[in-house]
């Protein structure tokens, strides 16, 4: 695949590839629908931050709505 500098970011960021939802409603209307399947995702942050709780509560909901590893 090739990426031009040209090409809206919008455009690389809507593959193909299915949407995960993260079941946090605002996160979803930033991340445009959710979780791209096979990608990598990083939470940085200051220790005792939330950052583990965070990801605790988004897997909780991804698995509660049937999506299996």
Known sequence: MKVSGKLPYIKLRTRDRPVIPTGL????????????KDSIVHFYGDPGAGKTTFA?????NIIGQGWRG
């Open 56 to 60: 605790m509560q988004i897997l909780a």
């Open 25 to 36: 409603s605002t996160l979803d209307q930033v991340l445009l629908g959710g979780f791209r």
